[in-house]
């Protein structure tokens, strides 16, 4: 299989852990996003990187959470002191090429933080 | 960026075509329209985009209005696999911008 992979698929975490989600793109492709998802609503835009740069970051991205991707190739998503209201579908994408292009999702890291 | 709109839920019977509104507006001259699927507990899955003709794939077509302020994905014989959370962006080609903003999507319900 040769699609967006995400990793861990599900991650149940205490109050103020720290956690890391890792998505592997589609080989080749130069554009990486990350999205947030709750229940019952679309995803909502976190980050997005062209190659190892990141270019834009949403206001919902608060200072606990960082991504990277150091090589243009895997990315990571990590949320510092999580809380409950972090509890989310974290999604990942990739796309090649120009803005208009379309994007594949991987199927989704799962974080409950109790 | 620009929002597009969707009814909250559609119900449409096995075997029978469902056609699946959005309006987008505010769309851009340089705005690609998209289309996602989400079954339950799994991502988003891309189903069709256009610009301004209409289009076919295996899956679905596309409708495009002639202003463009308004698509139609066209589902011709619905079957239970297709029951899903339905979702229209749009993709603006002209800019290096990485957002597309998604609403809440059509709940599509299909009856046996």
């Known amino acids: 299989d040769t699609g967006v992979s995400q990793n861990p698929r599900h991650k149940i975490t205490k109050r103020g852990q720290n956690v890391t989600f890792r998505c592997d793109p589609i080989s080749e492709h130069n554009r990486l996003y990350w999205y947030r998802q709750t229940l019952g609503q679309g995803p909502e835009f976190l980050t997005y990187f062209q190659n190892e740069a990141q270019l834009e970051k949403s206001r919902l991205l608060s200072d606990r959470f960082s991504a990277e991707r150091p090589k243009g190739s895997f990315s990571t998503l990590e949320i510092q002191r999580t809380e409950q209201g972090d509890s989310a579908m974290y999604l990942c994408?990739?796309?090649?090429?120009?803005?208009?292009?379309?994007?594949?999702f991987g199927e989704g890291s799962w974080l409950t933080v109790v | 960026d620009a929002k597009t709109t969707q009814p909250n839920s559609m119900e449409s019977n096995e075997e029978e075509p469902v056609h699946l509104p959005c309006n987008h507006s505010?769309?851009?001259?340089?705005?690609?329209i998209h289309w996602y699927r989400q079954l339950p507990s799994q991502g988003p899955e891309y189903v069709i985009h256009g610009l301004t003709s209409n289009v076919n794939n295996r899956m679905a077509s596309l409708a495009i209005a002639e202003d463009r302020k308004s698509s139609t994905l066209i589902l011709h014989r619905a079957t239970l696999r297709d029951a899903a959370v339905y979702y229209c962006i749009l993709r603006d080609r002209s800019t290096n911008a990485g957002k597309s903003t998604f609403g809440d999507g059509t709940t599509l319900t299909v009856k046996p």
């Open positions: 505010t769309i851009s001259g340089t705005d690609y």
């Open positions: 994408a990739s796309s090649f090429g120009s803005s208009g292009n379309t994007i594949y």
